[in-house]
């Protein structure tokens, strides 16, 4: 080979050098110069992540600021199965970590053709701060809110819960959850590789839902609960309902159902168990609902408490015939007493003398067959039949309480506007939302104030001589009324020979009443009158009640001694 042509070779390769350097830099000269803009809001892109920053739910608080649900900081732990280079390795780390199943961890970050999976939604805060420091590619880490409620069973029925992500599914949850939710914010970053956050590009800060503040007393529906368990241990009762109305207000100090829940596990509770019966459903209220007929025959003046009727031992409507609870012979009887001994026979009379169209009048003026408008979800109206659909025996029954329906929360409103003069006021749960007060409840007379004051008597007889006398607390009276209800039987038709409610309904003091109390249980055994099964629960409600908020008695010469 000669030196010339070993020449040419080494100018053509230094030409190709300078060519392929020429070329080279004139393309990072037009990525930098022309392209850099658009390369760099790629290179941003890719890296690029807005997170979504969860508004703190509102508290919710008794009517003391005691809280009954609140949110406790958690995180929730994320994958990308695709970046996740050792599956196994991972999965038993986070499984070691977090305390949750390594195989159901694994199987999710076996399957890449995923790119995000849940591995734990509101895990501890503390545990995953552990995970998230050993920098794991693939694992993401979201702060999340944990909805929890410190009190558990106490109110449960009326609090409701909220789901995993942090929506009201029951109770006042559900009711306010538009309130309690607050406003998402949300956050541009730019991270690294490893997931670290390198840059923040933009914040929209999350503004938190609203605080709000309940009628209810923590300690009194405690108490209560505590009462209607044992009420119904006593009893074996299938059920229990219990309702403490301030009847110059209409504000709910207490609300219970038995058998109850713990709201912190409701996933593991049936559904049956944590309605709140007291708004919700409906029973046969039995003699408690006999105020409705004298009112209405007081208010007309077609008698007065002391017109005198002569009752025979039964009565015949249409094709039935009914007697009283006790046997007896023809008897004459005072309105008044036909409430204090709880007469069908005296009841269904006055009711016969007004007449079906005035009585379902009545009927309607005291609510039944509406809705109260109580603030809680699913708010039952009762069953009240319009009177074209009445039988020939319809008087014979409802006048009596049975054949209609009723919810607790209708009959404690009611006592409650009898125990106020005469002037019925909405019953509610909420004081106020925020620093907000809430729309003042609904108000409207149903009776007259003599017509109130009338039955007024009539009602402290009941408790002084009649069938509530297991009502009676030393030192203060009563004004009340028992009710037992046979309860309808499905299969068979008619009423069932075997399974009551029995409910007990009332105000104390009568004189200047500050609670109106109602005790409903289902299906008792061994017993089934509202006198013995409900008055006793109502007196030891009324009891601690009483001491509680500090009410001076109004007849302190029947005290007991010391």
């Not at 406790?72 to 999965?91: F, L, R």
């Not at 329906?405 to 506007?417: E, K, L």
């Not at 030393?474 to 028992?482: F, Q, R």
């Not at 005790?519 to 008055?535: N, T």
Request: hydrophobic fraction near 40%.
């Amino acid at each position: 080979m000669t030196l010339r042509l070993v020449n040419r070779r080494i100018r053509l390769l230094v030409f190709l050098f300078a060519l392929a350097f020429a070329v080279t830099l004139a393309r990072a000269l037009w990525l930098q110069g022309v392209r850099a803009g658009n390369l760099d809001a790629l290179a941003a892109s890719q890296h690029r992540e807005t997170i979504t920053l969860p508004a703190r739910r509102g508290t919710i608080y008794d009517r003391h600021g005691h809280r009954l649900a609140i949110g406790e900081q958690s995180t929730t732990v994320y994958a990308n199965p695709k970046e996740i280079v050792d599956p196994a390795a991972v999965a038993e780390k986070v499984a070691t970590t977090l305390g949750v199943r390594e195989r159901s961890v694994l199987a999710l970050l076996s399957d890449r053709t995923k790119g995000f999976v849940y591995l734990a939604r509101k895990a501890d805060s503390d545990k995953a701060r552990l995970l998230e420091r050993q920098r794991i590619v693939g694992l993401g880490f979201i702060p999340e809110e944990r909805r929890t409620y410190p009190q558990r069973t106490v109110g449960a029925e009326v609090v409701g819960y909220a789901g995993v992500d942090n929506d009201g599914l029951s109770g006042l949850e559900l009711e306010l959850n538009g309130r309690l939710v607050g406003t998402e914010g949300s956050e541009s970053v730019i991270r690294d590789p490893f997931g670290r956050v390198l840059k923040v590009l933009e914040s929209k800060p999350a503004r938190p839902g609203a605080n709000v503040y309940l009628t209810l007393d923590e300690t009194l529906q405690a108490q209560v609960e505590r009462i209607l368990a044992e009420t119904r241990r006593t009893w074996e009762a299938k059920d229990a309902t219990a309702i403490v109305l301030d009847p110059r207000t209409g504000a709910v100090l207490a609300m219970a159902v038995e058998p109850g829940f713990d709201a912190n596990r409701y996933p593991d509770v049936p559904r049956e168990r944590q309605r709140n019966r007291a708004v919700t459903d409906t029973y046969e209220p039995g003699s408690t609902f006999k105020v409705v007929t004298l009112a209405g025959a007081l208010e007309t003046r077609m008698v007065t408490p002391r017109t005198k009727y002569v009752l025979p031992p039964e009565i015949h409507v249409a094709d039935r015939i009914i007697h009283d609870a006790e046997p007896r012979g023809t008897e004459t009887m005072t309105v008044s007493e036909i409430l204090t001994k709880s007469s069908n026979i005296g009841t269904i009379t006055l009711a016969l003398g007004l007449g079906a169209t005035e009585l379902s009048r009545w009927i309607d003026r005291f609510g039944f067959g509406h809705q109260t408008g109580i603030d809680f979800p699913g708010e039952s109206r009762g069953i009240v039949l319009p009177t074209d659909q009445w039988s020939g025996s319809t008087i014979g029954n409802v006048p009596i309480g049975q054949g209609i329906a009723v919810t607790p929360i209708q009959m404690a409103s009611v006592y409650a506007a009898l125990a106020n003069d005469g002037k019925w006021i909405q019953p509610h749960l909420v004081q106020r939302i925020g620093h907000q007060a809430t729309p003042a409840p609904e108000r409207q007379r149903i009776v007259s104030t003599k017509t109130a004051s009338e039955l007024q008597r009539m009602l402290r007889g009941v408790v002084r001589e009649g069938t509530g006398t297991e009502a009676q607390v030393p030192g203060y009276s009563i004004a009340g009324k028992t009710g037992t209800a046979a309860k309808p039987d499905p299969v068979l038709g008619g009423y069932s020979t075997s399974k009551y409610v029995s409910s007990f309904v009332g105000y104390l003091p009568a004189s200047k009443p500050r609670l109106c109390i109602l005790v409903a249980v289902d299906e008792p055994k061994g017993a089934i009158w509202g006198g013995s099964v409900a008055a006793p629960a109502f007196a030891k409600i009324a009891r601690f009640a009483l001491q509680y908020l500090e009410v001076p008695p109004d007849r302190p010469g029947t005290l007991a001694p010391a």
